[in-house]
């Protein structure tokens, strides 16, 4: 089995910052990508950013140049840089890990931004 946890969400004003982290634990293979993906109210899960264990990363559109995923294999570990956070990208932010063909996901973390 694998579990994940997500910290590092909060209320944070538009234009701020927050990092995200996710700790897996279990039977985690070296081979698998873990990521980031988010849900407002009302919306269905959205993808946010991916990365897999060579370290090859990816970003939705509109969060380019806004967030960053990172990870520390020797950690299990993955995080996501949120600068400039708006308003919009509130949500409830879920950390993903995906290997052997089988997706584990975290109980999620709330990101708020608000003034």
């Known amino acids: 089995q694998v579990q994940l946890v997500e910290s590092g969400g909060g209320l944070v004003q538009p234009g701020g910052s927050l990092r995200l982290s996710c700790a897996a634990s279990?039977?985690?293979?070296?081979?698998?990508?873990m990521g980031w993906y988010r849900q407002a109210p009302g919306q269905q899960r959205e993808l946010v950013a991916t990365?897999?264990?060579?370290?090859?990363?990816n970003h939705v559109d509109s969060v380019k140049g806004r967030f960053t995923i990172s990870r520390d294999n020797a950690k299990n570990t993955v995080y996501l840089q949120m600068n400039s956070l708006k308003p919009e990208d509130t949500a409830v932010y879920y950390c993903?890990?995906?290997?052997?063909?089988?997706?584990?996901w975290g109980k999620g973390t709330l990101v708020t931004v608000s003034s």
């Open positions: 993903n890990l995906k290997q052997r063909g089988i997706n584990y």
């Open positions: 990365i897999t264990s060579a370290g090859r990363a």
């Open positions: 279990g039977s985690i293979f070296s081979m698998n990508a």
